[in-house]
């Protein structure tokens, strides 16, 4: 049967892990979708409302897919003897690494892709634009 100590050990480390995880995906998105528009307007031919579209999609899947798979990480655990620092680490160290490597595949895709989506929408009558905004508000 499950003693006091275990359970408190057992859920500060659930507490810990998703913290950690959850945390730390939020961090890499901001950073990726902050620094990642240029690359994005770039790839899609200086179309920057395009860009930014899709960075915007690409950060929430991103938010999906990592912390549905860091919750899905919380089955499995041995709480019976839980090791806070070594279990938690080693979840937590996973889920780094699965965060980057869907970001480089995406990274791939992206470069890949990016050309010909910008070609397709151009010849479907949309020109890239600039910002708008900030081109009427210098005008005035």
């Not at 999906?64 to 899905?72: S, T």
């Not at 010909?116 to 210098?138: C, F, I, M, Q």
Request: charged content about 15%; aromatic content about 10%; some cysteine.
């Amino acid at each position: 049967m499950w003693e006091h100590g275990s359970l408190i050990v057992a859920n500060t480390s659930y507490a810990s892990y998703l913290i950690l995880s959850i945390a730390m995906t939020i961090w890499v998105a901001r950073v990726l979708s902050k620094n990642g528009e240029m690359f994005l307007i770039k790839c899609f031919g200086q179309d920057q409302e395009l860009a930014k579209s899709t960075n915007h999609l690409l950060v929430i899947g991103f938010y999906l897919v990592n912390i549905g798979f860091i919750c899905a990480r919380l089955d499995g655990w041995n709480v019976s003897n839980v090791d806070l620092v070594p279990n938690v680490g080693a979840k937590v160290g996973f889920s780094v690494l699965v965060l980057g490597l869907m970001h480089f595949f995406n990274m791939v895709m992206i470069a890949k892709f990016g050309k010909t989506v910008s070609s397709w929408v151009r010849t479907n009558g949309d020109e890239p634009r600039s910002n708008s905004l900030l081109s009427a508000k210098t005008t005035d």
